[in-house]
């Protein structure tokens, strides 16, 4: 696949990008170079790889799964203008 200096010009459009006449014939050339490395990463065989994450295998750190009421209804509604019994009050804005 190749870039023509039209297609260079409707990609700077779309992204919102002014480009003068002057820097179209350098960025088609760094477009068309990073299409060409893209097809030769497509033409590297990877049947069998499995996708990774991350290069070292992590396992994420987990918590045990207990319910709990949390034990801190005074501490989150402490600072609420109006509360009561550990719910918050706010005005009525539908009739």
């Given at each position: 696949m190749s870039?023509?200096?039209a297609?260079?010009?409707r990609i700077a459009q779309l992204a919102r990008i002014a480009v003068t006449e002057t820097e179209v014939p350098h960025l088609q050339d760094e477009l068309n170079a990073m299409l060409?490395?893209?097809e030769q990463l497509s033409e590297v065989n990877?049947?069998?790889v499995e996708p990774m994450t991350s290069v070292m295998p992590l396992e994420?750190?987990?918590r045990p799964d207990v319910v709990?009421?949390?034990e801190?209804?005074?501490d989150i509604v402490r600072n609420a203008p109006a509360s009561e019994d550990h719910f918050f009050l706010v005005p009525k804005?539908?009739?």
């Amino acid at each position: 696949m190749s870039v023509d200096a039209a297609t260079v010009r409707r990609i700077a459009q779309l992204a919102r990008i002014a480009v003068t006449e002057t820097e179209v014939p350098h960025l088609q050339d760094e477009l068309n170079a990073m299409l060409a490395f893209v097809e030769q990463l497509s033409e590297v065989n990877v049947d069998g790889v499995e996708p990774m994450t991350s290069v070292m295998p992590l396992e994420m750190k987990k918590r045990p799964d207990v319910v709990t009421d949390g034990e801190i209804a005074e501490d989150i509604v402490r600072n609420a203008p109006a509360s009561e019994d550990h719910f918050f009050l706010v005005p009525k804005v539908v009739e």
